[in-house]
């Protein structure tokens, strides 16, 4: 059946070119490629864009957003491009509006400990500007030094050093955001305290481009801790030992920036990985670090970890030493995905359910006799088990996708989530109603209607 548009793409790109006259606007296949799937690209995501749209200003986004409510065209917003969710990946006949040449620090304020940047600022070039001024910016995901503030703040995204500075949204202070409709709104502000109105600035952190386009993020800044960081490493038997000294160093009162677990599995992939010789003699490795606290916090972690059947517990303060340490967890993703194809999940359990958590993905691995490697941020309750299969075999096998069911459904049995930093995308979408009961997963569209009645922003992510 023949099919008879008012439009053609030729003229739709020429009215876009007009509306947004300082965006570069690539149409060509190559571009398409780079930035359409990601790596992540489902049957259903087939990479067929209409533009790659890298805005320059505020006014081009606007200028977006009309052509695109003209003509009813959906709009993926896109920062660094590392989500990990099919959550910026194009859409067929979709705009992508990257706001990656919006990268700009406007502000880094020592007297009210903050900064204001556009959203393509680098997460790790934030830190290393605040830190030539005494501060530094305290979020730290495994992407710092790829990652967008404004992919951070669009995803929630959390990291290594929430345990003790929280996630992005604790974080952020206010926000300004170009809506469907085309304004741009200013949210929350420059006060650490705010109790004016409804709180807006986090209902669009975490909504993944859903309801708005951010412009402007202002974040928290802290004061370099005194002192000399200390990081450390201890080995368990298992991965359940592990989680009980985690649990025991965050009830000490000194206050770890980093609790980082990795089961043997992962170790041993990092020694294939690294030529090192980590997994000898041990089943589970611990990562931590302390930014401040002195002699006699190294002292009352080595006492609460060795009570707890640690061995052996190595602890550094020099500068080489401790970032070869750090670099261990860096590079567990390449590590652990050289083993074969893989699905990275993302779950987290309120913090005393973390052993039971990590007994069951144990279990699940052995019961369907399915390769799970687990690692995460174990001081927040955040676990990645990752699942592997033969390289050669481009789709997951049943097993494996029964194996993540499993996980899910257990996360949430122990009153967890499925999402604790990735957020959600394409990839969990379908998971609403299970997750937040139908009255919440009503809520959530009825939210969605309100800022954005013609779902072109972003449409299928974040809700279904």
Known sequence: MAIFTAYDNAEILAA?????????????????????????????????????????????????LKIARQYHI???PQGADTSTVIGADGLNGSIILSTVRMNRIKEIS???????VEPGVINGDLDKEARKQGLFYAPDPGSKPISSIGGNAAT???????????????????LKV???????IKLG???YKHAFSYDLTHLFVGSEGTLGIITEITVKLNPIPIGTPVVGVAYFDNMTALAKGVEDLRLSGIYPVTLEALDGLTVAALDRYEGTHYAEGAEAMLIFRLDAGGEASLKMAEQILTADHAKNIKVTSDPDEAGAIIKLRQDMLPAVFANGQHIMEDMAVPLSKLPEMMDYIAEVAKDL??????????????VHPTVIWPADQTEPPKEALQAIRMMFRKALALGGTISGEHAVGMSKNQWNNEELGFDVDEIQHQIKDLFDPLNILNPKRKID
């Open 189 to 191: 502000g420059r006060t």
């Open 110 to 116: 020592k007297g009210d400990l903050l900064a204001v």
């Open 74 to 76: 959906p709009v993926v």
């Open 178 to 184: 170009v809506l469907a409709d085309g304004r741009e």
């Open 369 to 382: 006799n399915v390769e799970i490697y687990t690692a995460g941020h174990a001081g927040d309750g955040n």
């Open 156 to 174: 929630n995204a959390g990291g290594m050093s929430t345990v003790k500075y929280g996630a992005t949204t604790d974080n952020v202070l206010g």
């Open 16 to 64: 876009l070119r007009a509306a947004a006259p300082h965006a570069e606007i690539h149409t060509d296949d190559q571009v398409a490629r780079e930035h359409s799937a990601n790596g992540n690209a489902q049957l259903e995501i087939d990479g067929r864009i209409l533009a790659y749209v890298a805005v320059g200003d505020v006014a081009d986004i606007q200028g977006v």
